[in-house]
């Protein structure tokens, strides 16, 4: 593990970070469906589960109850900071053998919700299923879109949005008989021509899509090298690059999950089969080389592995996943802060079936988990469960629902000053005014960087979790290839979520 020195205020005693400074207690599990038919989580690695700051939005699909109606409707419902919504159908409503199903969502930065789900009602061919979109926004729900009308059935669609407001949409299409993958982009008015990213004549499938620095990039199953391996592309300023085999699986890899995090590295999990037992992989591609880094494996290989998800909060990356090790499916996850990854944690205990999770993160790296859960009850149907992580919780808002993003706050000096070697930075992280009360100090996403005058990065100190109050840390005047910096003008820049703060560092040789 990555040693930093840093000096404490009182005793100027050193210590190792371990990337996590804080007790991480889980919520309580809340049944939030409670649903006759039966309440189901998205099961392509597409996204139930989306959050705006105090906001959570959740979509599923229920298979109706009745006897008569074997159709499913796609559901939807929020929580506002204080009380979740009612159930409410956003899907078309569909009669006898009708189906609205696998949704995927994303919030984009103006808290406008966006969904996108697969539907078989826009023609009277039941088995000509097709992508449809809705947004909604300040209490109100668009009309339906239809993004895809193909020859063969339109599948497992999945969405992000870019911090300007586009939409990528990613589903597979069987046209000709061909499993491929295909895109969509809205720019901010209108939805662009589709266009295909994996071309395989044997099978593409299962995608997933995230956002890296405003570009998307996508993983999918690809059946081209004769065994079913993740593929991987990305967009670039200049369109999509070509695509590259990231697993090598003898066995098969499937349903890839990816996500990117803060400093534009891509981070991609997925489901390795080998005889009776199934694991989780991973992989980390770095902005910084070009490369993908080294296989990992998350899990334990003496047991069946179920559909992982990802999720980045600034340096950290945490992969939920389903496995059947005590007997029955659980929710487990693997956390890494800085590239070390710490133990497996279950984080259910329904001891009947609790599978398909999906995750979401807000900008004070609160975390919420869905799952589609049996209960060990006879002939009851499956609900979505949800638990959350509160590191940083959201003040009152007073029946405000829009809501403010109170920032934390950050102050930096440092000495001796000018220097002709070393210097001390000292930084102090306040909690935002209205912040609730906590028994453990609160923690936040934090970065250290040092800049020259032509605001070129020098090199990074420091990125990671601190708690609030005072801290101490040290540069030795090297830039990130370990070589002396020369005489002159430097700035020392602390981040703290959205707020940060600069200082002044004169250099002498």
Known sequence: MKKIKFYLAAGWSMFILSGSLYAQNWTADSNLTNSAGGSYTASNNSH??????NRIYLVWYDFYSSPNNMGCQVRFKRHDGGAWSADTTVGLIGNTRLNNWYPSCAADAAGNFHLVWETNEFTTDIENFEIAYRRY????????????????????PTIAVAGDGRLFVIWQDKRGGLY???YKIYSGSSWGTEGILGENVDYCGMPSVATCQGLPAAVWEDFSSGTFQVRFRKMSAGGW????LISHSPQGAFSPAIAADNSG?????????????????????????GNWGQEIVLSGAAFRTEIPVIVCRDSLVDVFWADDRSGYYEIYRRQSANDNWGPDEQLTDQRASAVLPSVAADSRGNMHLVW????????????????SLFIDPWPPKDGDLTG??????????TFPNPTSDRSILKYSIASPAGSLSRQIPASYNCRMDVYNVAGQLVNTLFT?????????????????????????IYFAKVTTGTAASVAKIMVVR
């Open 404 to 413: 403010s993003d109170a920032k934390p706050r950050c102050n930096i000096i």
């Open 372 to 387: 589609t859960g049996d209960q060990p009850i006879v002939n009851k149907s499956p609900d979505i469960f949800i638990k």
């Open 265 to 289: 590295n891509i981070h991609v999990a997925w489901q390795d089969w080998s005889l009776n037992s199934s694991k989780i992989c991973y992989r980390k591609y770095s902005t910084l080389s």
């Open 241 to 244: 690059e070509s695509d590259s």
């Open 464 to 488: 990671g979790n601190l708690s609030e109050g005072e801290h101490f840390l040290e540069w030795n005047g090297r830039d990130r290839a370990g070589q002396k910096v020369p005489s002159g």
């Open 180 to 182: 491929r993958i295909y």
């Open 137 to 156: 926004g300040s209490n109100y729900w668009t009309g339906t879109t239809r993004l895809t009308a193909s020859s063969g059935p339109s599948s497992n």
């Open 48 to 53: 139930s589960l989306a959050v705006f700051q």
